[in-house]
């Protein structure tokens, strides 16, 4: 198989840049070098330990040096900043990409940066867990998932191809979606319902009537499943949800609108309603499973690639 690209330079080696770095290494010979940079010297000394990158280097200036595409693996906030830091010294030709949550705001964020003759490619795996840091990752996390990439104007189809071929030798499906639609779509399929899972967890602990041993004790009971998301990252959610004020505003009021309707479902004791609801909305989640989309409850238990 193809090389694709000759060096790559991870900025951030969290959950999604070590497991980058472990598809890279499965395929073998999809990429030259892997250089990474991480920002504290804890985690650079976790990453040599752990064989994470081929070279490890102390800063991102170094890292990007030569390198043929630069992947931003920080939280959302972070980008416009580290890709002001980079921009004087990234090969001309290279391709900058990135993998955060939100689209909209890293485009406004990073492109003012952007030096003449340099790609910019946003992307998003849509593929991730409640884990986070350079031991978190692992080579199978993009297999069969999406990846969106959304271009913004003047780069080069043969740019963009080429992205999309590296996403698709790390396993992932890819599609292309411009930026507002995108962070619509994910304040629908993942950023509301991260919100919901962290305020359900924070009821759960100002509830005094229920003991904290009872809430870990009892919480198979639905608790577990729902609010296994609420165990992910702060900062990164933090900038989630600070650069996609818009959507998710827009998404969560049409959520409370739908539980205030029925909150009194439940106070009127209409049935009807409630039963309607739970049929038709069963019903488009069982859809959800039947079409293999499902991405709730991904069994990563299976196969893991990482370390050795
Ligand atoms: N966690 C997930 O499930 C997914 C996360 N993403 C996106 O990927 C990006 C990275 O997320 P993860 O790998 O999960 O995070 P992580 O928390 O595992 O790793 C992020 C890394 O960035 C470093 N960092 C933070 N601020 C920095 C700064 N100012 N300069 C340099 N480094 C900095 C952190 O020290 C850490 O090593 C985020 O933008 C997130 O929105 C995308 C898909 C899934
Ligand atoms: O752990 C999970 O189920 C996730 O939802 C992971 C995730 C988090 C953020 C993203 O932008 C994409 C995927």
């Known amino acids: 198989m193809e090389q694709v690209y000759d060096r790559v330079a991870l900025i951030g080696l969290g959950l999604i840049a070590s497991s980058m770095f472990w598809a890279m290494k499965r395929d073998g010979q ?4 892997v250089a990474g940079f991480a920002r504290t010297e804890a985690t650079r000394e976790t990453a040599r330990r752990i064989g994470l990158c081929d070279v490890v280097c102390d800063s991102a200036i170094e890292a ?3 390198a043929d595409l630069v992947v931003l693996c ?13 921009a004087p010294h990234l090969k001309p030709g290279c391709t900058i990409t990135d993998v955060g949550s939100v689209k909209g705001d890293v485009i406004r964020t990073v492109t003012p940066h952007l030096p003449e003759g340099v790609f910019f490619v946003p992307g998003h795996p849509l593929a991730g867990t409640e884990h986070s840091g350079p031991e978190s990752g692992f080579a199978e996390l993009f297999d069969n ?13 043969a740019e963009i191809a080429r992205l999309r071929a590296f996403w698709e030798r790390l396993g992932a499906n890819v599609d292309l979606m411009d930026a507002d639609h995108h962070d619509l779509v ?15 967890v924070g009821v759960a602990d100002d509830l005094r009537r229920v003991t904290d041993s009872e809430v870990i004790k009892y919480s198979a009971a639905g608790f577990r499943d729902f609010t296994r998301i609420a165990a992910s990252d702060p900062t990164m959610w933090r900038d989630v949800f600070l650069t996609n004020k818009d959507a998710t505003l827009e998404i969560l009021g049409r959520f409370t609108e739908e539980l205030f309707a029925l909150q009194r479902a439940i106070r009127t004791g209409d049935g009807d309603h409630l ?7 069963r019903a488009i989640r069982r859809g959800i499973i039947q079409a293999g989309q499902d991405t709730a409850a991904p069994d990563f238990g299976r196969v893991k690639t990482g370390p050795k």
């Not at 939280?75 to 890709?83: C, K």
């Not at 999406?146 to 189809?157: A, H, K, Q, R, S």
């Open 30 to 33: 999809l990429v030259g070098e």
């Open 64 to 66: 990007v040096k030569d």
């Open 74 to 86: 920080v939280p959302v906030g972070a980008m416009g900043p580290v890709m002001e830091e980079i």
């Open 145 to 157: 998932r999406w990846t969106l990439l959304v271009p913004v104007e003047g780069v080069p189809d």
């Open 186 to 200: 994910l304040a629908v399929t993942s950023h509301t319902p991260h919100l919901i899972a962290y305020t359900m």
């Open 275 to 281: 039963h309607a609801y739970f049929t038709r909305t």
